[in-house]
């Protein structure tokens, strides 16, 4: 069921769109929980929790672009965009060229922070090979990248729950393998950390590439984490950009 796949903090069944947002390696749909709040009225918030974690926790973990983009369809009755960070930039790319694969609807927009072009390497040795890491240095490389909340780091016990999780995720990173295809014919915009190693702005540009529509740029002062330490600034150019779309000007449907 596509329930399984959105936690819906704030249901907003009037908005004229509704973002899919897409977490990091080790993240789940509770890094977007105040970001309801900061969009507004205008725009619904499903936050995509993967298996493995929080209330799918009993499920094997993995990243699965098919079964998720198989989720998008079902769920999708209104124009909807994608917004992904690190990890879940190169997924929600991955799940838009599903969509089209298939002949479902297309996001209105892609929105990807924090990530290299996806034809381009991770970047940043922070992030490369986490795979090959043993259990304790796995957590070591996450924690210091800025991608486990203190409250996990606190409790053994929640680390041993997420662990395969976050094993399942790097595991998908260090595996993944861009294929060529025709740019997606769908407006994206980057942003990317003024301060980010792992995806310096010459990287995200390449993001260009991949569009045969409308592309944006922006940085965001922070590292890679800069997605929630500005949150108010990155929510301001979400809301610009999607209320500037024709489709929900007119209330257009997918």
Known sequence: MSGEWFFTKTARPQAPVRLYCLPHAGGGSAVYGAWAAALGDAVE???????GRERR?????????????????RDADRPFALFGHSMGARLGFEVVRRLRGAGGPLPCRLFVSGAPAPDLPLGGRRY??????????LI????????????????????DLLLPAMRADVTWLDTYQY???????????????????AAPADSAAGWRRHTAAAFTLHMVPGGHFFVHEQLSTVAAVVR???????????GGRP
């Open 140 to 159: 070591a490389a996450l924690a210091a990248g800025g991608g486990l909340s203190e409250a996990v780091l606190g409790s053994r016990e929640l680390l």
């Open 179 to 197: 294929r060529e295809q025709e740019a997606l014919p769908v407006p994206l915009t980057a942003f990317v950390g003024t301060d980010d190693d």
């Open 240 to 250: 610009a950009e999607l209320a500037a779309l024709p489709a929900l000007s007119t």
């Open 57 to 73: 926790l009993a499920e094997p973990p993995s990243v699965d672009p098919d079964a998720l983009a198989a989720a998008v369809m």
């Open 45 to 51: 918030v499903r936050a995509v929790m993967l298996p």
């Open 128 to 137: 490369d090979g986490l795979s090959a890491l043993g259990d304790r240095e």
